[in-house]
């Protein structure tokens, strides 16, 4: 049966391949832009100014809710800070809102959030053993999560999903970024390089989303990543064995704060140590479950 989804973020990495998925399948994508539209298959909407065409979310079955500014693409000033927190939060609030108060409203609301969420943990950790951590990143996932509880009171189910790094070989992600890189031979290893990376092929991602739309058990956060947590030093040394390249440099993390600021700490931290638990618990199968099978995949299967 042809299912109505409305999808924020449609054209970034995830959406993109979201909306190819969905129309597959056979479902109608209704894609929210940021400019007048008179296209059926268009939502115009105006997080900035709070405005949004309700009247065209009416009768959905779901949404899928990715907008939000990159963490990674400009230092961080204050100015970049409130930008980025605007619009994940405000953002979500005025989807969320706005959904709340149809008077058809969706079935689900499936939210962006990341696993910047969690404080660090040396122990493998699912969504239930996760505790918020603190700084920036981790506080703005808190408030970005809090801002779709005007859904959830409506009797909306949401899904916060919890989004690690999304390999991907084109398009803004962090493989698509050092694959210049790899293939010259000049991969390198950042910062310490024992720090955890928490990841997801960009497919398995797509069919996460798809499944968790489908399964009416799922609600809450959601961790949807790989069940294999590597360090950075794997990372690099995995993508280099892929590409038949070397790899032999390390831009330590001093070198990395000059460069991006603020950001770095970022990656110089890394990921707590997490469980896809949820997902697994409610039979979702991971297609490339570790490291080089979703490297493989997506650098010469796509």
């Known amino acids: 049966m042809q299912r109505k989804i409305a999808i924020s973020g449609a054209s970034g990495l995830i959406g993109t391949r979201l909306t190819e998925a969905l129309r597959k399948r056979g479902d109608a994508v209704f894609r929210l832009v940021r400019r007048r539209t008179d296209d059926p298959s268009e939502v115009s909407w105006d997080p900035g100014a709070g405005e949004i065409d309700a009247a065209r979310l009416e009768g959905l079955d779901a949404v899928v809710h990715l907008a939000g500014k990159p963490l990674d693409e400009e230092r961080w000033t204050p100015e970049i800070k409130q930008a980025i927190v605007a619009s994940r ?40 053993e996760g505790r918020p951590g603190k700084g920036f990143v981790s506080e703005m996932c808190q408030a970005w999560e809090a801002a779709t509880e005007p859904a959830r009171r409506a009797g909306i189910r949401v899904v916060q999903i919890r989004i690690p790094s999304v390999l991907a070989a084109s398009g803004h992600s962090l493989l698509g970024a ?47 990543l790989a069940p294999e947590v590597v360090t950075n030093r794997h990372f ?39 469980r896809p638990d949820k997902l697994l618990a409610s039979g979702f199968h991971f297609v490339y479950p570790d490291l080089a099978s979703a490297v493989r995949h997506e650098l010469f299967e796509v």
């Open 89 to 128: 939060v405000e953002g979500t609030t005025l989807v969320s809102r706005t959904l709340a108060g149809l008077e058809a409203p969706p079935r689900v609301l499936v939210s962006a959030s990341a696993t910047d969420y969690y404080d660090d943990s040396d122990v493998p950790i699912g969504e239930r």
């Open 236 to 274: 690099a040394r995995t993508l280099g064995r892929v590409l038949h390249r070397p790899v032999f440099l390390r831009i330590p993390a001093s070198v990395l704060r000059l460069a991006m600021g603020e950001v770095a700490g970022a990656i110089a931290g890394g990921d707590a140590w997490l």
């Open 178 to 224: 050092l694959l210049p890189l790899f293939r010259r031979g000049l991969g390198p290893v950042l910062a310490s390089g024992r720090q955890r990376m928490c990841f997801v092929a960009l497919d398995d991602m797509v069919r996460a989303i798809q499944h968790i739309l489908e399964c009416d058990g799922l609600s809450g956060p959601v961790n949807v």
